[in-house]
């Protein structure tokens, strides 16, 4: 503490004095040139001077903690009046639940009465006179560092750690310490199973129906009008299935009808059925349904990250940060007149990842 | 020392009031009068700037009293039940457990609503004063040194607090917050090698599964808040073991902190505050409805609704992903690379480790080594106002291109056009604002040199006898012009001569030349204003009407 008894004799100690004689700072250009006038004398408030003011804030503060009481009342005669299911109109809000409304205005006028009172008689009732109070460095002073390290190394050569002899015993202890945790590591292991091959397969197989999503019936091509797209599921999965979100997370698709000469891409049209595709509709960016169809353009616009796919392209990327085309699903049609899948998707639908290839 | 307690009480005991004899019986225990010795009148500044890491304490701690009472209602489930309950829309529907409990709360639970919107409200406001208080911090300079381990406390805070709230708007299920974790799905499987791998232990099978609401229920309420009040208590304790930063100004050095005591100032003032934080937020809450999770219903993987963003705070790293050109490179042919989304996403936490590490980078760029506890003003540390700001304008592009859709809405623009927009911006605004922000720090400075030297404008004109018209300048107060000339004005470094007196050849490594350079760019001609001396101030004051 020496160096600060040392600092406060000096008259030049201006705000950036150091606290600590070690430390190091970098030269400065000019110090400070006007001399610090110290702390200004306390002026006295309105409050501090006049009784009758001092009067009106005690009236002030005591209101406030009123009102808040009476909201708090308010708060549990409305908890105990208000339907929960009553729909009010109030401007500028619109219709709002009565309840949230009557609860949220009498707790938060509650709450912060109690607040603003407070704050009020702080501010005008209590001392407002500013105090220094002296900083002491934050590191130790000498003596006190040099008492530690004696100290310290005294433990050290008692535990016979940091020696020579003995190493094997301190380096089999490191490995045991170290070793410890990977029991910890190994019990996340069935956390869930192994990847496999379960993302490079989806419900669609070879004569699977392709079913509307909306109504569950089976699609038929002159269902499907040029301009328009259907969204659709295969007809093997269920809404009541235990892994229906996990079927339909990969197998969802969309149908879209192209006039012929419209699709660019050879390939996709051959694995169209009388100008209909059928494309994944899991955007291959990271997942969302990429469904925002624009009829005259054949785009595809995912709505999370504006991945734009061209279905007349083989749903070949435009824009946006998706790295791939969707995938499309070969459809035909059985000996009944229903669409169906002629095969499961070539590539894994949705997002890409590491073993995709 | 507790005989001489005992006997100080037994002497005393029938008059001593009950409020002493409770203290006493505590201090037996406790050492509660010591720890009132040391904590009592303990100095606190006040400034409008300091409130900010209030906010966000006191919206931290309604946080939790109301997560604490919606996990009496929530149903962390995945399993499928038909609803039921009154809200009419919704009936028969499909939906997980964690949805319906959700909607329970919503409509059925009396206050429930209110509550679940005090708790999203909360978190929002958490997060914004978090950010704000940091920023508050890095412009005045308050992480330098010995506060260095608080800011970095402070910043993993900020990263929890992310993390906190997006597993907390995770949890309802409904199809926004089903998307968002379909987006972190497909997060995780873009990672090499052991993607694939993360994604069905974190799920427990194929997404959606049914172990993840169940999951991030867990660690959204005990895992991260438990940290999230184990780190803001050790922040609290360095605070008040530092010390609070003040500013500059008459009577206040690096060696005293001025302000008000404890108790009872501070302790009315911040109790006070904090029910006027809780106050507001409530009735933010009572009037303006947040994330309605009833209108678009339960999450199903193959829908989505348009407008989907995460919450504000992490609308930087979606816009990140959203700037990003859908680059995808297949390595030996079998192994995919989804750079689309591995760059954006290592960009995000790059970006926040940048400003983590600024302290540091800041102490060994200008080689001080003292105890800092007055606040600097952002203008008179050009170069660090810069690239906040500069970091700032990044931060700020990607939070734009995060709502590129809700842009393109509402100013009828093209989504496209707005995209490329915040590509370029990303690189090219920093620079610019980088440039401009030291422009106006140096502006600023010659500003208060002038004021320091030729007073304050009084806006009186004066017309002299020849006609000219003048305007009257009164001096600064004493106390005024100090606090303007506070500051201090360190050199750059400078490498030591090329050849040392022996006449031989010194060796400088790059690192130290590195060092040189941005220690010019800290503190070069071109970074600061020589500030009035008192020669000039004498030479002005003495001269003739002279302004």
Redesign the interface.
């Known amino acids: 503490m020496s160096s600060q008894t040392e600092h406060h004799n000096d008259v030049s100690g201006g705000p950036d004095t150091p606290l600590m004689k070690t430390e190091q700072a970098p030269a400065t250009v000019a110090e400070h040139p006007f001399a610090d006038p110290g702390l200004p004398e306390h002026q006295p408030r309105r409050q501090d001077i006049d009784e009758r003011a001092a009067k009106r804030s005690e009236r002030m503060v005591t209101l406030l903690f009123l009102t808040s009481i009476l909201a708090t009342v308010g708060f549990i005669v409305a908890f105990a009046l208000i339907p929960v299911d009553e729909i009010v109109h109030i401007w500028p809000f619109g219709h709002v639940s009565a309840l949230n409304f009557a609860l949220g205005l009498t707790l938060g006028t509650a709450l912060f009465c109690v607040g603003a009172g407070a704050v009020h008689w702080a501010r005008t009732l209590m001392s407002d006179a500013e105090v220094p109070e002296e900083r002491h460095a934050v590191g130790a002073p000498e003596p006190v560092k040099e008492d530690v390290l004696t100290e310290f190394r005294a433990g050290v050569r008692e535990s016979g750690i940091g020696l020579g002899r003995r190493k094997l015993m301190r380096n089999t202890m490191i490995g045991a310490v170290g070793l410890v945790p990977l029991s910890g590591v190994v019990l996340l292991r069935d956390l869930g199973p192994a990847p496999g091959d379960k993302l490079f397969h989806t419900a669609w197989a070879e004569g699977v129906r392709i079913v509307n999503q909306n109504t569950g019936e089976p699609l038929r091509p002159e269902d499907i009008t040029v301009g328009s797209l259907v969204q659709a599921a295969p007809a093997t999965i269920d809404h009541h299935d235990e892994d229906f979100h996990a079927q339909i997370a990969k197998a969802a698709v969309m149908l879209v009808r192209i006039e012929p000469e419209d699709i660019k891409d050879p390939r996709s049209a051959e694995w169209g059925h009388e100008g209909i595709l059928c494309y994944s509709k899991i955007c291959t960016h990271i997942g969302c349904p990429a469904t925002l169809y624009e009829q005259q353009t054949h785009h595809a616009l995912c709505p999370c990250h504006q991945s734009t796919f061209d279905l007349a392209d083989g749903a070949r990327v435009l824009f946006g940060p998706a790295g791939h085309p969707l995938p499309q699903l070969r459809i035909g049609k059985d000996e009944e007149g229903y669409l169906v899948a002629l095969a499961d998707f070539e590539q894994p639908p949705g997002p890409s990842f590491w073993e995709r290839g | 020392m507790s005989t001489a307690t005992d006997e100080r009480t037994t002497a005393r005991r029938g008059k001593a009031p009950a409020g002493e004899r409770l203290a006493d019986w505590a201090d037996g225990r406790l050492g509660v009068y010591g720890a009132a010795k040391y904590g009592m009148r303990?100095?606190f500044p006040?400034h409008w700037s300091f409130l900010l890491g209030e906010i966000a304490l006191f919206s931290f701690i309604i946080v939790l009293l109301t997560g604490v009472y919606l996990t009496l209602f929530f149903v962390p489930s995945m399993a499928?039940v038909e609803y039921h309950g009154?809200y009419v829309p919704m009936q028969g529907q499909?939906m997980s457990e964690a949805y319906a409990s959700t909607l329970d709360i919503s409509?059925?639970?009396?206050?429930g609503?209110?509550v679940r919107?005090i708790h999203h409200w909360g978190a929002l406001i958490f997060v914004v004063a978090i950010f704000i208080h940091m920023m508050r911090v890095f412009f005045t300079g308050a992480f330098r040194k010995?506060r260095e381990i608080n800011w970095l406390f402070g910043f993993t805070l900020f990263i929890l607090a992310l993390f906190t709230g997006l597993t907390g708007y995770s949890l309802p299920d409904d199809l926004l917050s089903g998307?968002g974790i379909?987006?972190m799905?497909?997060?995780i499987?873009?990672?090499?090698?052991?993607?694939?791998?993360i994604?069905?232990?974190?799920?427990?099978?194929?997404?959606?599964?049914h172990?993840i609401i169940p999951r991030f229920f867990v660690i959204h309420v005990l895992l991260l808040p438990g940290l999230l009040l184990a780190l803001v208590v050790a922040h609290l304790i360095l605070i008040v073991?530092?010390?609070h930063t003040h500013y500059?100004g008459?009577?206040?050095?690096?060696?005293?902190?001025?302000?008000?005591?404890f108790f009872?100032?501070y302790m009315?003032?911040a109790?006070?505050?904090?029910?006027?934080?809780?106050?507001?937020?409530?009735?933010?809450?009572?009037?303006?409805?947040i994330n309605p999770v009833w209108t678009i219903g339960p999450y199903?993987?193959?829908?989505?609704?348009?407008?989907?963003q995460p919450d504000w705070y992490l609308g930087f790293s979606e816009g990140l992903?959203?700037m990003?050109?859908?680059?995808?490179i297949?390595l030996f042919?079998?192994?995919?690379?989804?750079?689309?989304?591995l760059i954006?996403l290592g960009v995000f936490p790059a970006m926040l480790v940048v400003l983590m590490l600024y302290p540091f980078f800041e102490s060994w760029v200008?080689?001080?080594?003292?105890?800092?506890?007055?606040a600097q003003r952002p203008r008179n540390v050009p170069t660090r106002t810069a690239f906040g700001m500069a970091w700032l304008s990044a931060y700020f592009v990607a939070l734009v291109a995060g709502g590129?859709?809700v842009w393109a809405i509402n100013f009828n623009l093209s989504?496209?056009a707005i995209?490329w927009f915040c590509r370029i911006g990303f690189f090219v605004l920093p620079v610019l604002v980088f440039f401009l922000t030291r422009r106006i720090c140096l502006g600023l400075q010659r500003r208060d040199r002038d004021k320091?030297l030729h007073g304050r404008e009084t806006g009186i004109i004066k017309r002299l006898p020849h006609g000219e018209f003048i305007e009257v300048h009164e001096p600064l107060p004493?106390?005024e012009?100090?606090k303007l000339?506070?500051?201090?004005?360190?050199?750059p470094?400078s490498l030591p001569p090329a050849v040392d007196e022996n006449g031989v050849e010194r060796k400088v490594g790059p690192l130290e030349k590195l060092r040189a350079r941005l220690?010019r760019g800290y503190?070069g001609e071109q970074a600061q204003i020589?500030?009035?001396?008192?020669e000039e101030?004498r030479e002005i004051t003495s001269g003739h009407g002279h302004h």
Do not use: C
């Open positions: 303990k100095v006040d499928q009154s499909l409509f059925d639970v009396r206050g609503l209110l919107q010995p998307t379909r987006f799905e497909g997060a499987l873009a990672t090499p090698v052991v993607g694939t791998w994604q069905m232990l974190l799920f427990g099978g194929e997404f959606p599964g172990d073991f530092h010390k500059a008459p009577g206040k050095t690096n060696t005293n902190v001025v302000g008000m005591p009872p100032v009315a003032k109790g006070g505050f904090t029910f006027i934080v809780f106050g507001v937020i409530t009735l933010i809450a009572g009037t303006v409805t199903r993987p193959e829908t989505v609704s348009t407008n989907a992903v959203r990003m050109p859908g680059w995808e297949v042919g079998d192994y995919t690379l989804n750079l689309g989304l954006p200008t080689k001080d080594t003292r105890e800092h506890h007055i590129n859709d989504i496209n995209t320091v004493p106390a012009r100090y000339t506070a500051h201090e004005q360190p050199r470094l220690s503190y020589p500030k009035a001396t008192a101030y």
